[in-house]
């Protein structure tokens, strides 16, 4: 039997408005229960105001939020957490003391020994909020948003300003968050970050969903050619396939093939020399690139 799944957050026809600038405009999304979901899209795109509609901080133009079937309350939103961006801290509070304080707001929040040790805090317990490194304050941000013991979890741009090494520490904390079950609901602007954490993505442009599946499906309804190249060297003296488009980049010839088979034969029938060959698969920032354009937005 496959695994029933449920849905924990419902967005219908969400609108926002502001004045003539349409930040948000008809969009429909259902995020299942127990997932990531990656929300992508151009700066401007209206991530933030759709986020902020989600999470209940702004209230829609139009178009309502279903939490688990039904309409939230004061209830249903203490069922959900949200690391912001940036959020105020007391400097002159321990990492301990704060986690204590926010946890005091609830009746039934987390244990803060577990949630410190989920979110790499124990060690750095007694440092002042002033002294953590990025990545510290960003785990504890994160603490933060789980000490209400969510379902389902907001990351507004988690590892924004992270170096490799804090981004990598802080996904493996996301992907444990997960395997307790908990949804989360992340915004990115890294393409990596949503291909390494996110079950499912949807890409966003000018207010509308314009795209929206796992890596796999993205990838194939819009980005379904992959690159193949070599030195330009290897081409030397030699036909280009016709029906093998090509163009030159960094010392190289990269063709670009719906089916790698039939384009490496291709170029082995014109007498192409393959030994420095290098496979381009598509990713995810092609898929981006594809959708919302190359063009700088102003
Ligand atoms: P970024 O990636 O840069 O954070 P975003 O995708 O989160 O962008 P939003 O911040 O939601 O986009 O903005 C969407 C549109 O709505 C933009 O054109 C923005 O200028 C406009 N907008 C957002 N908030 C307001 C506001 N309070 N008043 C007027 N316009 C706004």
Redesign the pocket.
């Given at each position: 039997m496959p695994r029933q799944t449920s849905t924990i957050l419902q967005l219908r026809q969400i609108s926002k408005h502001?004045?003539e600038?349409r930040?948000?405009d008809g969009v429909d999304l259902e995020i299942p229960a127990g997932i990531c979901f990656g929300l992508l899209?151009?700066?401007?795109?209206?991530?933030?105001?759709?986020i902020e509609i989600a999470e209940g901080i702004q209230a829609p133009t139009q178009g309502e939020v279903l939490f688990q079937g039904a309409a939230r309350t004061a209830a249903t939103n203490a069922r959900m957490g949200i690391m912001f961006q940036s959020t105020a801290l007391l400097d002159f509070m321990s990492v301990a003391e704060t986690l204590a304080a926010f946890r005091r707001l609830y009746d039934h929040g987390a244990d803060l020994e577990d949630l410190s040790a989920l979110c790499h805090l124990s060690e750095i317990a007694g440092r002042r909020t002033t002294d953590l490194s990025g990545g510290q304050r960003q785990r504890l941000l994160l603490a933060l948003a789980l000490v209400n013991r969510p379902e389902l979890v907001f990351l507004d741009e988690p590892s924004t300003g992270l170096d490799p090494q804090a981004r990598h520490n802080l996904w493996a904390i996301i992907e444990d968050i997960k395997s307790q079950g908990k949804t989360i609901v992340l915004?990115t602007?890294y393409m990596e970050e949503a291909e390494h954490l996110c079950d499912t993505i949807a890409i966003?442009d000018r207010?509308r969903i314009i795209a929206n599946g796992t890596v796999d499906q993205l990838l194939k309804a819009h980005c379904p050619e992959v690159g193949i190249s070599i030195p330009i060297p290897a081409t030397a003296g030699r036909a280009m396939p016709p029906d093998l488009p090509s163009h030159e980049h960094n010392g190289r010839v990269k063709f670009l093939a719906s089916d790698l088979n039939r384009g490496l034969n291709l170029l082995l029938a014109n007498g192409f020399d393959l030994s420095e060959l290098q496979v381009h698969p598509p990713n995810l920032e092609s898929v981006f690139l594809n959708l919302t354009g190359r063009h700088l937005r102003e």
């Open positions: 502001y004045g600038v930040a948000v899209g151009p700066n401007g795109a209206g991530k933030t105001t759709l915004t602007h966003m207010g």
